[in-house]
Structures are given as structure tokens and as C-alpha cells.
């Protein structure tokens, strides 16, 4: 690529720490899907005079944890800003966040994250955080519709107030698959972390900056949902990329994504930072979190992905391929380590989970990381901070003692691979055990010669031509082991009727 060509992208995350039960400076609930409009709310996050706001202990605290997992300098004096800004989802008129000035700092700054090459083992890239900080989420504007065509604005202030971490990243990015990897490993931090649930709806929002060297940088706006902060980077990378093409230059400008229409639009004008008048709360005293403090929460962190994965490359003798796709989906993971404690093989269940339920999942399931499950989540799970990634219906059924009973019965030889994807997918709709519906199924593994031979003639008997083909191109021999699979249900042992199709052709070459 020409280097005058080099495409820039930067991103600012913001993640909602929906594992807290209360907002960031306010004792009301933080967790408003599924909600009616206006009941999470009180005189602080309503913005009433004369409030004060009361700072969320453990927000600090998370904020803290996720500033050290993406190795950031803490502040050791952490301080918030008023942003002033005039809009109907900020009822005081003024967000309270973080800002980096007059040395009053965020939670962390200057940290990194590594990105691992997908082809290879090795680091393929580092992207530098800038700054991580803690503020809270204005509340929601509803539409009739688009915010174009609505004849009305509803606002919604249960969302007021509850916490944020916003990261933002330096430009460090040059292709939008860099970003995915970035967001993927992200998600898989907080879920590990169990302070952000990255699959509740809205849970994790996403701007980024595009530009290509050499020409003004746009900000895309919006982005609600992992997947789409991909195709919205794509997309507008093809659109200056077309525009410069043509030598038309690139406005400095901020975008939407439109999520219907899958491309970005042009939004109102962006407002410089010395629009919002930033000055320090002055409601809020400092927090000084000692050395002592420090410890402490890194005390009580749990296992981060990377150490993860290092522990089953070591302890298990994955490879690091299979450890990572485990460790990238949580509950993956998860129920990989709950399964060994009904069966101890660790490659045979690793397998099972990475190649076969994974699959299936990612053929029928509803995805995972950004995708919108609220409306299944909210009523049964609402009590529950519990941060399991998916909570479809396929997995809500599925246990670890499903993957081990499936494992067992394959590895020790009761029925083959063949027949196990059918009973998987018929534990996976229904939810029973495969104990359970091997029983009274006539699925035993055929894996005598004596039980085969009968099929064996009758297949060698109806493919003549096949056969006399077979004598030339040993690769015939597949389609004749799928005969004989098909008359048997599947539930031939593969490798047998293989060797014997084999004996036969070899007796028919040397009668020629
Ligand atoms: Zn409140």
C-alpha cells in the first residue's frame, strides 16, 4: 500500500458498567431495559437545584480494574469535570465526566492493548490508549420513527446518570479488522472482568475517527452495535477513498451511521472542544486512591483473558489457536472448565465446544457480542448480576454435563461422530441430555466386520461402475463409504467399512 494512501482510524468507546446496581452519583437502579419511561429516576439525575451528587464507590472501582487490564498509568488523584452542553437528554445542562487538565486527571491514561496476529502466535500490532474515564450516560430521546421524519421527541431519563467508562484510543488502527479484533478482545475483558455485559442492547457504544493520511478526519457517530463499527469503518474508508479519488477533498465533519440504510450520513456540525466550556465539578471532592488502594483492587481482580489462555495452553495442552477461540467467548470458556468435571479430556471436550457448538451457534444462534437481546433478557434475568454473555434459548438448555456425556460416548466408541452431530443438534433444540436420546434410538455404533459385510456386498453389488472405477481411483472409495454410511443411519464406524471396501477392491485388481 502507498503510504500516502495509509488509512488512520481512532475510536472512543463508551461502556456502561451494568454490573453496578445503582447509577454513578445517585442511589436509583442503573438497570432501565425493559423499563417503563421515567421510573429510575430521582432529584440528582433529574438535575433538581440543590442536589448534590454522591459518587459510586464501585464505579470507581471498576473504572479502576478496566484502566489496569488495558495497561494504563492510574491517577492517583482523580477528579471530574463539568462538560456544559444544551440538549433534552442532559437535564442539568452539563454532563459530569473527566477531563485531562491543570494536572486533574481520569482514571487511567497512556495504556495499550496488544493485538494478537490472527495467522500467527505472536503480537501483531499495539494500539495505544490514550485516556480511560469515568462519566455518566444522558438519558434517551425516543422518536416516532426517524429523527428525521418524527412529528414529536419523547425523553426517557431512567438511562440518566448511570455510569460510563469511555476509552479512547489513539489512531493507531489501519484497517477495519484491526478494529474488530480490538472490540472483540475488549468485550471478552469486560465480560471477565464481569462489569459490562457487552451483549445487553446499547451496553457498548462506539465513535470513530477516519481519515486517510494526508486529508481531513471524519467522526463517525453512533455506532451501537459491535458489528457494526466494522462495516461503518469500511464504509467510509471506500467513501473519502472515492471522494480523493475524484480529487474532491474530504470535510472535516461528523457522520451517523444509519443502520437501516448501511452507510454513513452527514450530521450537524461538530462542535470544538472549547464549545463546552469545561470546568471542575465542584461537587465532587477528589478521590485519592493510595498505593495501598491499589493493591487492593488489583487484589481482587479476576483472571484476565491473556492469563487465560496462557493457564490452558499450560494446564490443558490446548494449542493456543483453541485456547484463544475458548477464551474470546467467555462462556465458552466457561463451560469448557465446568465440562472437565465430568470428563477429564480436555482436548476431546475443547474440541466439542470449538468446532461443534461454536459452529452451530454461529450458524443459528443470535451472535453475541453487540448484538440486541434485550428483549429476552430483561424480565428473567433481572435480578440476577450475573454477566454470561448469551442468553439464548440454545444455551440456556445446554449444561456442562451435556458436553462431557457427548464427548464420552464418542471417545468411547459407542457411537461415531456421525450419529453425535445429530443427537448434538437434537440436545441443542431440546435441551435432554444425550444419555437420554441415545435411549431406545438404535444409534450403537456398527463396528464389527460381521455386522457390516451384508451392507458392504449389497453397496459393492448396486455401484458396479463405481466399483470398477474405485479399482483405478482409490478416491471412488468416499462415495462408496457414504453408501454404505446412508444405509446404516450413520452409524457405521467410518474406518472399518473403509479398510473392508478397501480388501474387496484390492481382491478385484488382483483377479483382473
Ligand atoms: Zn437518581
Request: hydrophobic residues 40%; proline residues 4%; aromatic residues 6%.
Amino acid at each position: 500500500m502507498m503510504q500516502a494512501d495509509k488509512v488512520m482510524i481512532g475510536l472512543e468507546i463508551h461502556c456502561q458498567l451494568t454490573a453496578l446496581r445503582s447509577k454513578l452519583f445517585c442511589p436509583c437502579p442503573a438497570d432501565y431495559r425493559g423499563k417503563e419511561p421515567n421510573v429510575n429516576v430521582c432529584p440528582i439525575c433529574l438535575g433538581m437545584p440543590g442536589t448534590l451528587p454522591l459518587l459510586n464507590r464501585k464505579a470507581v472501582e471498576y473504572a479502576v480494574m478496566l484502566a489496569l487490564a488495558l495497561n494504563c498509568r492510574i491517577a492517583s488523584r482523580i477528579t471530574f469535570y463539568r462538560k456544559n452542553y444544551f440538549y433534552p437528554d442532559l437535564p442539568k445542562n452539563f454532563q459530569i465526566t473527566q477531563y485531562n487538565a491543570y494536572e486533574q486527571a481520569s482514571v487511567g491514561a497512556d495504556g495499550y492493548m496488544e493485538l494478537d496476529d490472527p495467522k500467527g502466535n505472536g503480537v501483531s500490532k499495539v494500539i495505544r490508549i490514550r485516556r480511560l474515564q469515568l462519566e455518566e450516560d444522558p438519558g434517551r430521546l425516543v422518536y416516532d420513527g426517524s429523527i428525521d421524519t418524527s412529528n414529536y421527541a419523547l425523553v426517557d431519563y431512567n438511562r440518566a446518570g448511570v455510569a460510563l467508562v469511555e476509552i479512547v484510543t489513539e489512531p493507531d488502527f489501519n484497517a477495519p479488522n484491526e478494529v474488530r479484533l480490538f472490540l472483540n478482545r475488549l468485550a471478552s475483558i469486560l465480560e471477565h472482568l464481569n462489569i459490562c455485559n457487552p451483549a445487553l442492547d446499547g451496553a457498548v457504544r462506539c465513535d470513530a475517527n477516519v481519515s486517510i493520511r494526508g486529508h481531513a478526519r471524519v467522526e463517525i457517530k453512533n455506532i451501537n452495535s459491535f458489528k457494526d463499527v466494522e462495516k461503518a469503518i469500511t464504509f467510509e474508508i471506500a467513501r473519502q477513498r472515492s471522494l480523493t479519488a475524484r480529487g474532491i477533498e474530504v470535510n472535516s465533519e461528523t457522520r451517523h451511521w444509519d443502520d437501516a440504510r448501511r452507510i454513513t450520513v452527514q450530521a450537524r456540525t461538530k462542535e470544538e472542544e472549547e464549545d463546552y466550556r469545561y470546568f471542575p465539578e465542584p461537587d465532587i471532592p477528589s478521590v485519592i486512591l493510595s498505593s495501598e488502594d491499589l493493591e487492593v483492587i488489583k487484589a481482587s481482580m479476576p483472571e484476565l483473558p491473556h492469563a487465560r489462555v496462557e493457564r490452558f495452553v499450560r494446564a490443558y495442552a490446548l494449542t493456543r489457536d483453541t485456547a484463544r477461540i475458548l477464551v474470546g467467548e467467555k462462556y465458552l470458556a466457561d463451560l469448557f472448565e465446568a465440562s472437565l468435571k465430568y470428563y477429564d479430556n480436555a482436548r476431546s471436550i475443547a474440541n466439542w465446544i470449538v468446532t461443534d457448538l461454536k459452529g452451530y451457534l454461529d450458524r443459528y444462534g443470535d451472535g453475541s457480542n453487540g448484538s440486541n437481546n434485550s428483549s429476552s433478557s430483561s424480565s428473567s434475568k433481572s435480578d440476577s448480576n450475573d454477566n454470561s454473555n448469551v442468553n439464548t434459548g440454545i444455551l440456556a438448555r445446554i449444561t456442562p454435563k451435556h458436553i462431557a456425556e457427548l464427548a464420552v460416548l464418542v471417545d468411547s466408541g459407542k457411537i461415531n461422530r456421525t450419529v453425535a452431530k445429530q443427537i448434538m443438534q437434537k440436545m441443542l433444540s431440546t435441551g435432554m441430555l444425550p444419555s437420554a436420546i441415545i435411549q431406545g434410538m438404535n444409534v450403537d455404533m456398527l463396528s464389527k466386520k460381521d455386522e457390516l459385510e451384508g451392507i458392504v456386498d449389497r453397496v459393492m453389488d448396486e455401484e458396479r461402475k463405481a466399483v470398477m472405477d474405485a479399482i483405478s481411483n482409490e478416491k471412488i472409495l468416499n462415495y462408496l463409504l457414504g453408501k454404505v454410511m446412508k444405509y446404516t443411519n450413520g452409524r457405521a464406524d467410518p474406518k472399518l467399512v473403509l479398510s473392508m471396501l478397501k480388501e474387496r477392491i484390492v481382491d478385484l485388481r488382483s483377479s483382473q
